[in-house]
């Protein structure tokens, strides 16, 4: 079974059409049985209307059948479109089965009609093996949308996962002891210069690492991490105002105007562009006319000229709307013209007819049509390169501006002007061409690509320009909010200082005041540029944000002071750590000396780790000598992160040396193999059972790894090939558990079956024992009081006796079944229910003498009561389990709720709830027969009343034995000494 067929997401799905079905199923069964009771029925007087009814149903359940299958189509292709592929399948296989046809060439569908038509002919025999024909289709309709297939052998599927998971743990085990065995392989690989060494390196790691936490408890005496953030604050805000600063500096509005010249003058030369297009399209047009009755035959060219007519009219229409959406006048008197001429054009052809010399005529007309068209059209690219060439010479003026700094409209500029040099060469060939048209020579095919390159290079610049301007005009706004915001960070970081100020003293508190007033110059010239820049005042916005600028130039050097300050308020603080600090520099390049008897292949590795480690280290004393000690601590952690390479390094270069060594590598690297080799077996094997599932891909990652680290066992490095190993481990147990979790869907789809199937055989206990109930009270009904059974009475009382006592056999069956899946009340309700079955057998044959009376239909409705209970149950708990797997499609780590056992085919709180109405109707049957027989309370009753007393006392007993086995498994405390044991209806719910 496919994992994807258990899966919350496709349940909802699964249950209707399971539902639809089964409502097939259990509405087709009844009648069948109700056929089969017809022929006993063929001298009563309504059995014509009781066949008639039958065959109304019979085609009742053939339109339900249309329905099934119309929704299964639809679903089929929206599921299909989900990507749902395994709910999809079953949907084709079950619309296959609805189709199918066997020996006797009937479909489902087939069949339940000739059982109608069997009806209505009063073939009744017929028609009960039509029915149960069909009952089995639809029961092999209902296996396919349920996977039955694949269900039959979920004990084997579970026994298989069981065994894959038992061979993933033994080899993760396995993986693990050759991980164990790299570990001390690769210990007794280094040599005495490698133990010295990583003995060095980790007394320097542990000498530094004490150095950084003296250093940070230094900083909060000094205060210097509080100094260090706000000299951080400070100096963002200097990079910001240094920034605008510029913009202000290159901000001159009044060049925006040459950018917006150049720009209308590009904009002009788009539409001429624009404009010698379309004319060129309809000379084009007019060529291809000219071009087109070409056929002898007079007929065939007169077809190719009708063709040719209507293509120019169409451009002719296209040519006509351009007129009217045209701006310029000269555009829409061109636009005109090459209307009309097309036009006419057209007309000639068409009334040229089948006239060889008409039809030339009008050809040699288009072509001079089309060569005025194309002069046309050069007199608009003149006027594009003339507009274009007026802009180029305004961006140029002002680009070449030796202004500094230089502008930014100036840039934008230079940027546009560099586009339309790029096509100078492009614009130069088209001139030459259309001066060559104007002189009445033909103008070149080629020209036409250096129109196109010059026309994208003015679109380019164009872009460009307007890019610029929109830049441009957004900019006021821009510079004002990033002033007002600068000066609101100037004056929260000005509190700061002013609230350092009053919690120090002497120099220190005055060299933060001066800090905290150059702060509030800095914010107040911020606001005036803010202002300025709104105002689009470029000048004055320049000059307020210049003394923003020197402002915290000046509050940076106070603050200087102020941190030196409490530095010297503190010499002994960071003096001694600095001294320490150098020391350990020292011993960082002693150290590295040392590595020079070490292997080759990672003394370089260690010597550049060390080195690294040696200058952070002194650079943090370098800190800690001016009293800087929240940077040495920044510095500390660097020569950390290298010390910790370089013990890295010197473990990757322990290698198996002696012949006993590098005999265990071998050994190690063999065992790494085989396991690979087994790893990928299983995998080849999970991938055939499921080749959608992860595991067998897990499985694989880890046949990789411990390959892998066999490789590096072999090339000498242990510690590559402990990692690869550590990884192995790592993805068996991920494969384990991913196998752990199909498994439990399979637990959950076999628990939800076997619900299924208590329900189903419940239901059908309850409906076939309603038939015998009802049989019984008719018959009670018209017997004699007082008198003995007629022979006729005896018989049905005899037959109803074996119906009811082969369905107490059945229910006790199905108990015991059902406790062997741990569910010990709900098998007890069943086993209450064959017993009550058992009895009233019992009661109704013989040894009973024949009694239908009050006491026999009581247990009778007791039995149907107790399996209406059970049914209810059932439902309820399966469908608690659809919400459930609804939730944990929404939330995947659901928690477990306390006390519920991972396994039980149903929750302690639904036997708990069952268990308690049970004992309720104990309590209930007992006081009825207290009030029906009071002799029970003195007196010597009936033995079968006695017998009925014993039986309820039976029946609380096992219901109390019950009730403790739950209460001792919950762990819940038993009752305090002198109190009674409480009965299941007094717990709580």
């Given at each position: 079974?496919?994992?994807?067929?258990?899966?919350?997401?496709?349940?909802?799905?699964?249950?209707?059409?399971?539902?639809?079905?089964?409502?097939?199923?259990?509405?087709?069964?009844?009648?069948?049985?109700?056929?089969?009771?017809?022929?006993?029925?063929?001298?009563?007087?309504?059995?014509?209307?009781?066949?008639?009814?039958?065959?109304?149903?019979?085609?009742?359940?053939?339109?339900?059948?249309?329905?099934?299958?119309?929704?299964?189509?639809?679903?089929?292709?929206?599921?299909?479109?989900?990507?749902?592929?395994?709910?999809?399948?079953?949907?084709?296989?079950?619309?296959?089965?609805?189709?199918?046809?066997?020996?006797?060439?009937?479909?489902?569908?087939?069949?339940?009609?000739?059982?109608?038509?069997?009806?209505?002919?009063?073939?009744?025999?017929?028609?009960?093996?039509?029915?149960?024909?069909?009952?089995?289709?639809?029961?092999?309709?209902?296996?396919?949308?349920?996977?039955?297939?694949?269900?039959?052998?979920?004990?084997?599927?579970?026994?298989?996962?069981?065994?894959?998971?038992?061979?993933?743990?033994?080899?993760?085990?396995?993986?693990?002891?050759?991980?164990?065995?790299?570990?001390?392989?690769?210990?007794?690989?280094?040599?005495?210069?490698?133990?010295?060494?990583?003995?060095?390196?980790?007394?320097?790691?542990?000498?530094?690492?004490?150095?950084?936490?003296?250093?940070?408890?230094?900083?909060?005496?000094?205060?210097?991490?509080?100094?260090?953030?706000?000299?951080?604050?400070?100096?963002?805000?200097?990079?910001?105002?240094?920034?605008?600063?510029?913009?202000?500096?290159?901000?001159?509005?009044?060049?925006?105007?040459?950018?917006?010249?150049?720009?209308?003058?590009?904009?002009?030369?788009?539409?001429?562009?624009?404009?010698?297009?379309?004319?060129?399209?309809?000379?084009?047009?007019?060529?291809?006319?000219?071009?087109?009755?070409?056929?002898?035959?007079?007929?065939?060219?007169?077809?190719?000229?009708?063709?040719?007519?209507?293509?120019?009219?169409?451009?002719?229409?296209?040519?006509?709307?351009?007129?009217?959406?045209?701006?310029?006048?000269?555009?829409?008197?061109?636009?005109?013209?090459?209307?009309?001429?097309?036009?006419?054009?057209?007309?000639?052809?068409?009334?040229?007819?089948?006239?060889?010399?008409?039809?030339?005529?009008?050809?040699?007309?288009?072509?001079?049509?089309?060569?005025?068209?194309?002069?046309?059209?050069?007199?608009?690219?003149?006027?594009?390169?003339?507009?274009?060439?007026?802009?180029?010479?305004?961006?140029?003026?002002?680009?070449?501006?030796?202004?500094?700094?230089?502008?930014?409209?100036?840039?934008?500029?230079?940027?546009?002007?560099?586009?339309?040099?790029?096509?100078?060469?492009?614009?130069?060939?088209?001139?030459?061409?259309?001066?060559?048209?104007?002189?009445?020579?033909?103008?070149?095919?080629?020209?036409?690509?250096?129109?196109?390159?010059?026309?994208?290079?003015?679109?380019?610049?164009?872009?460009?320009?307007?890019?610029?301007?929109?830049?441009?005009?957004?900019?006021?706004?821009?510079?004002?909010?990033?002033?007002?915001?600068?000066?609101?960070?100037?004056?929260?970081?000005?509190?700061?200082?002013?609230?350092?100020?009053?919690?120090?003293?002497?120099?220190?508190?005055?060299?933060?005041?001066?800090?905290?007033?150059?702060?509030?110059?800095?914010?107040?010239?911020?606001?005036?540029?803010?202002?300025?820049?709104?105002?689009?005042?470029?000048?004055?916005?320049?000059?307020?944000?210049?003394?923003?600028?020197?402002?915290?130039?000046?509050?940076?050097?106070?603050?200087?002071?102020?941190?030196?300050?409490?530095?010297?308020?503190?010499?002994?603080?960071?003096?001694?750590?600095?001294?320490?600090?150098?020391?350990?520099?020292?011993?960082?390049?002693?150290?590295?000396?040392?590595?020079?008897?070490?292997?080759?292949?990672?003394?370089?590795?260690?010597?550049?780790?060390?080195?690294?480690?040696?200058?952070?280290?002194?650079?943090?004393?370098?800190?800690?000598?001016?009293?800087?000690?929240?940077?040495?601590?920044?510095?500390?952690?660097?020569?950390?992160?290298?010390?910790?390479?370089?013990?890295?390094?010197?473990?990757?270069?322990?290698?198996?040396?002696?012949?006993?060594?590098?005999a265990e590598a071998e050994r190690l690297a063999a065992e790494q193999r085989r396991i690979a080799e087994e790893i990928l077996e299983l995998a080849t094997l999970e991938e055939e059972r499921d080749p959608e599932g992860g595991a067998s891909r897990t499985l694989r990652r880890a046949a990789e790894a411990s390959q892998d680290s066999?490789?590096?066992?072999?090339?000498?490095?242990?510690?590559?090939?402990?990692?690869?190993?550590?990884?192995?481990?790592?993805?068996?147990?991920?494969?384990?558990?991913?196998?752990?979790?199909?498994?439990?869907?399979?637990?959950?789809?076999?628990?939800?079956?076997?619900?299924?199937?208590?329900?189903?055989?419940?239901?059908?206990?309850?409906?076939?024992?309603?038939?015998?109930?009802?049989?019984?009270?008719?018959?009670?009904?018209?017997?004699?009081?007082?008198?003995?059974?007629?022979?006729?009475?005896?018989?049905?009382?005899?037959?109803?006796?074996?119906?009811?006592?082969?369905?107490?056999?059945?229910?006790?069956?199905?108990?015991?079944?059902?406790?062997?899946?741990?569910?010990?009340?709900?098998?007890?309700?069943?086993?209450?229910?064959?017993?009550?079955?058992?009895?009233?057998?019992?009661?109704?044959?013989?040894?009973?003498?024949?009694?239908?009376?009050?006491?026999?239909?009581?247990?009778?409705?007791?039995?149907?009561?107790?399996?209406?209970?059970?049914?209810?149950?059932?439902?309820?708990?399966?469908?608690?389990?659809?919400?459930?797997?609804?939730?944990?499609?929404?939330?995947?780590?659901?928690?477990?709720?306390?006390?519920?056992?991972?396994?039980?085919?149903?929750?302690?709180?639904?036997?708990?709830?069952?268990?308690?109405?049970?004992?309720?109707?104990?309590?209930?049957?007992?006081?009825?027969?207290?009030?029906?027989?009071?002799?029970?309370?003195?007196?010597?009753?009936?033995?079968?009343?006695?017998?009925?007393?014993?039986?309820?006392?039976?029946?609380?007993?096992?219901?109390?034995?019950?009730?403790?086995?739950?209460?001792?498994?919950?762990?819940?405390?038993?009752?305090?000494?002198?109190?009674?044991?409480?009965?299941?209806?007094?717990?709580?719910?």
């Amino acid at each position: 079974m496919k994992r994807d067929v258990v899966r919350p997401m496709k349940i909802t799905t699964k249950i209707a059409l399971r539902a639809a079905c089964l409502a097939l199923c259990i509405a087709g069964a009844p009648r069948g049985f109700t056929a089969a009771a017809a022929p006993e029925a063929q001298q009563d007087a309504g059995a014509e209307r009781g066949i008639a009814s039958i065959r109304e149903d019979q085609a009742l359940l053939r339109r339900q059948l249309q329905r099934l299958r119309q929704t299964m189509q639809l679903l089929e292709s929206r599921l299909a479109a989900e990507g749902r592929s395994r709910t999809v399948e079953l949907l084709r296989e079950g619309l296959g089965q609805i189709e199918r046809r066997e020996a006797e060439s009937r479909t489902l569908e087939e069949w339940m009609a000739s059982s109608e038509s069997a009806l209505e002919s009063g073939q009744v025999l017929v028609a009960l093996e039509q029915q149960d024909r069909a009952i089995q289709e639809l029961e092999a309709l209902l296996d396919v949308l349920l996977d039955r297939s694949a269900e039959e052998d979920i004990e084997e599927r579970l026994a298989t996962l069981a065994e894959r998971r038992a061979a993933v743990a033994r080899l993760a085990g396995e993986e693990a002891a050759v991980e164990r065995a790299i570990e001390a392989l690769r210990e007794q690989s280094r040599s005495e210069a490698q133990r010295q060494f990583d003995a060095q390196v980790a007394e320097l790691t542990q000498r530094q690492q004490a150095l950084l936490e003296q250093t940070l408890a230094a900083s909060r005496v000094t205060r210097d991490f509080e100094f260090e953030a706000l000299g951080r604050e400070l100096e963002a805000l200097r990079e910001n105002q240094t920034t605008d600063a510029d913009l202000f500096g290159r901000w001159r509005p009044a060049e925006n105007a040459t950018l917006e010249g150049a720009r209308d003058q590009l904009g002009e030369a788009r539409r001429n562009e624009a404009e010698a297009a379309r004319l060129e399209r309809a000379a084009d047009a007019l060529t291809a006319s000219a071009e087109a009755p070409r056929d002898p035959d007079l007929a065939a060219r007169a077809a190719e000229a009708a063709k040719a007519a209507e293509a120019l009219r169409a451009e002719a229409a296209a040519q006509r709307a351009a007129s009217e959406t045209a701006t310029a006048e000269t555009a829409r008197a061109n636009a005109r013209a090459a209307a009309d001429a097309l036009e006419a054009a057209a007309r000639r052809l068409a009334e040229a007819g089948q006239s060889a010399e008409a039809l030339d005529a009008a050809a040699e007309a288009a072509r001079e049509a089309a060569l005025a068209l194309e002069r046309q059209a050069a007199q608009a690219r003149g006027a594009a390169r003339q507009a274009r060439a007026q802009g180029n010479k305004a961006l140029e003026a002002l680009a070449n501006q030796e202004t500094e700094p230089e502008g930014l409209a100036a840039d934008v500029a230079r940027r546009a002007q560099e586009l339309l040099e790029a096509a100078a060469e492009a614009e130069r060939a088209a001139a030459e061409a259309d001066a060559r048209l104007a002189a009445g020579q033909a103008r070149p095919r080629e020209a036409r690509a250096a129109d196109q390159e010059a026309r994208r290079a003015g679109e380019q610049a164009l872009r460009e320009l307007e890019r610029g301007l929109d830049e441009l005009a957004r900019l006021p706004s821009m510079l004002a909010g990033a002033q007002t915001e600068q000066a609101q960070r100037a004056e929260a970081l000005q509190q700061a200082l002013q609230a350092a100020a009053a919690a120090a003293s002497g120099q220190e508190a005055q060299a933060n005041r001066a800090a905290a007033e150059a702060l509030g110059a800095a914010r107040e010239a911020m606001r005036k540029a803010a202002e300025a820049a709104a105002a689009s005042q470029a000048g004055a916005g320049s000059e307020a944000a210049e003394r923003a600028q020197a402002a915290l130039e000046q509050a940076a050097q106070a603050l200087g002071e102020a941190r030196a300050a409490a530095a010297a308020a503190a010499p002994g603080q960071t003096a001694e750590l600095a001294q320490r600090q150098q020391e350990l520099a020292q011993a960082a390049q002693q150290a590295a000396q040392g590595a020079s008897g070490l292997p080759e292949s990672a003394r370089a590795a260690l010597e550049r780790a060390l080195e690294q480690a040696q200058a952070a280290m002194e650079a943090a004393g370098e800190r800690l000598a001016s009293g800087q000690s929240g940077a040495a601590a920044g510095e500390q952690r660097e020569a950390l992160e290298s010390l910790q390479a370089a013990a890295a390094a010197s473990r990757e270069s322990a290698a198996p040396s002696t012949p006993e060594q590098q005999a265990e590598a071998e050994r190690l690297a063999a065992e790494q193999r085989r396991i690979a080799e087994e790893i990928l077996e299983l995998a080849t094997l999970e991938e055939e059972r499921d080749p959608e599932g992860g595991a067998s891909r897990t499985l694989r990652r880890a046949a990789e790894a411990s390959q892998d680290s066999g490789q590096a066992l072999q090339r000498g490095s242990s510690q590559e090939a402990e990692a690869e190993a550590e990884e192995a481990v790592a993805e068996l147990e991920r494969a384990n558990q991913e196998l752990a979790e199909e498994e439990e869907r399979y637990e959950q789809l076999r628990a939800e079956e076997q619900l299924f199937e208590v329900q189903r055989e419940a239901e059908e206990l309850l409906e076939r024992h309603l038939v015998q109930m009802l049989a019984t009270r008719e018959l009670d009904a018209g017997r004699e009081r007082g008198a003995g059974p007629t022979r006729s009475e005896r018989l049905q009382l005899k037959r109803i006796a074996r119906e009811e006592a082969a369905l107490g056999t059945r229910a006790l069956e199905v108990a015991t079944a059902t406790a062997e899946e741990g569910t010990l009340v709900f098998a007890e309700l069943l086993r209450r229910a064959g017993e009550d079955l058992e009895r009233v057998a019992r009661d109704l044959d013989e040894a009973g003498d024949y009694q239908s009376g009050d006491g026999v239909q009581l247990r009778q409705r007791q039995v149907a009561k107790n399996l209406e209970w059970l049914i209810e149950a059932l439902k309820e708990e399966r469908e608690r389990r659809r919400e459930q797997q609804q939730q944990q499609q929404q939330q995947q780590q659901q928690e477990q709720q306390p006390g519920e056992s991972e396994n039980r085919l149903v929750p302690d709180s639904a036997e708990l709830k069952l268990l308690r109405r049970m004992e309720i109707e104990v309590q209930e049957q007992l006081t009825s027969l207290l009030e029906l027989h009071p002799e029970l309370r003195s007196g010597t009753p009936d033995p079968l009343v006695l017998e009925d007393v014993m039986r309820l006392a039976g029946r609380h007993e096992r219901l109390s034995e019950l009730f403790e086995g739950f209460r001792t498994r919950l762990g819940l405390p038993p009752p305090g000494e002198g109190e009674a044991e409480p009965w299941p209806m007094e717990q709580p719910r």
